[in-house]
C-alpha cells in the first residue's frame, strides 16, 4: 500500500512589516549668537593749543639758550687749557685731535698710579692671607 503523501504545508507567506516611519532629522543647534559689534571709537579730543609742531623754525632752533652754550664752550676750553698745562700729560703731534677721552685717562694715570701705590701693599697681602688659610683649612680637612 502505499502510503499517502505527506500534505505539503504552503509556507506562510512572511508578514510583511510596514516600515517604521523614519525618524524626524534633529533640527540643527543653534550657532552662538554673534558677537555684538564693536563700541564706536571714542571721538577725537580736540586739539590742544599747546602742542608742539615741527616746523621749519623749530628744526633749526638751538635746544639750549646762547648763555649756556657759551658757558660749556668755555668751561671746555679752560679743560683743554689745564691739560695742555700739565706737564705730566704726554700730547703728542696729533694733541690737537685727542678726544676728551684721551684727556681723561691721560689725567687719571697719575691719580691712579698714587691709589695703588698706597693700597695695593694691603689688597696683596689680604688676598694672600686668605688664599694660604684655605690651603691650611684643606690641608687639616684631609688629615682628619
Given at each position: 500500500m502505499a502510503e499517502p503523501e505527506p500534505e505539503v504545508m504552503a509556507e506562510p507567506e512572511p508578514e510583511v512589516m510596514a516600515e517604521p516611519e523614519p525618524e524626524p532629522e534633529p533640527e540643527p543647534m543653534p550657532g552662538p549668537e554673534p558677537a555684538p559689534p564693536p563700541p564706536p571709537p571714542p571721538p577725537m579730543p580736540a586739539p590742544l593749543e599747546d602742542v608742539l609742531q615741527l616746523t621749519p623754525d623749530m628744526v633749526t632752533s638751538d635746544i639750549i639758550s646762547s648763555p649756556?652754550?657759551?658757558?660749556?664752550?668755555?668751561?671746555?676750553?679752560?679743560?683743554?687749557?689745564?691739560?695742555?698745562?700739565?706737564?705730566?700729560?704726554?700730547?703728542?703731534?696729533?694733541?690737537?685731535?685727542?678726544?676728551?677721552?684721551?684727556?681723561?685717562?691721560?689725567?687719571?694715570?697719575?691719580?691712579?698710579?698714587?691709589?695703588?701705590?698706597?693700597?695695593?701693599?694691603?689688597?696683596?697681602?689680604?688676598?694672600?692671607?686668605?688664599?694660604?688659610?684655605?690651603?691650611?683649612?684643606?690641608?687639616?680637612?684631609?688629615?682628619?
Open positions: 649756556t652754550i657759551s658757558a660749556a664752550t668755555d668751561v671746555l676750553a679752560e679743560l683743554a687749557r689745564a691739560i695742555l698745562d700739565r706737564r705730566d700729560v704726554a700730547i703728542d703731534d696729533a694733541g690737537k685731535d685727542m678726544t676728551l677721552e684721551g684727556m681723561v685717562r691721560e689725567m687719571l694715570k697719575p691719580l691712579l698710579r698714587e691709589w695703588l701705590d698706597r693700597n695695593l701693599p694691603y689688597l696683596i697681602e689680604r688676598l694672600v692671607k686668605k688664599e694660604i688659610d684655605t690651603m691650611i683649612n684643606r690641608a687639616e680637612g684631609l688629615s682628619d
